[in-house]
């Protein structure tokens, strides 16, 4: 029922005035409410929520790796801003590409590939360290952040495509 509460869902935002709530493990859309700026203030409560632990690592480790060198570049007030921006794009852009869907929106990622976003443009030939598990064998190898990029979102696609039919954003 948080979930539904915080997260941002698709029809809400793009049938102001319209509510979904939790009914049975279901969500049931379509309630009239009065006053709609809950709907437009999870927008930002969804970026500070996700659906697990590996979830919410994943976002942190790459913050942590590109997040530093964004916010070196620029004030870290407007590095703030621009991560909430991206956020809220991505967010817009989901609702855009499904606005009657049900399914709750929650995350960081759309933060986080505007983040990746900016560092493929500053730093194209930058590289980075990298911890590598083949099989057995670890090591790290310095490889082109451009690759590690291309994998995040490569991973991106692997997990979109692992989501069930209606099942995640």
Not at 5 to 11: E, F, G, S
Not at 72 to 94: E, K, N, R
Not at 96 to 111: F, R, V, Y
Not at 137 to 145: E, I
């Amino acid at each position: 029922a948080q979930t539904v509460k915080y997260a941002v869902i698709p029809y809400e935002v793009a049938h102001p005035g319209q509510h979904c709530e939790a009914d049975n493990g279901e969500i049931v859309c379509g309630k009239d409410v009065k006053d709609d700026v809950a709907t437009w203030a999870t927008l930002f409560f969804a970026m500070f929520m996700h659906g697990g632990l590996l979830h919410i690592g994943g976002n942190m480790l790459f913050l942590w790796i590109f997040g530093n060198n964004i916010e070196d570049s620029m004030h870290p007030a407007l590095f703030v801003v621009f991560y909430l921006a991206g956020g809220v794009v991505a967010t817009l852009s989901q609702v855009a590409m499904d606005p009657n869907s049900a399914i709750p929106n929650l995350g960081a990622s759309g933060a986080i590939a505007a983040v990746l976003g900016a560092y493929a443009l500053l730093y194209p030939r930058a590289r980075v360290v990298t911890l590598v598990f083949i099989v057995f064998f670890v090591t790290l190898l310095r490889l082109p952040a451009l690759v590690v990029l291309g994998l995040w979102f490569l991973f991106q696609l692997i997990d979109l495509g692992a989501q069930p039919s209606g099942g995640g954003g």
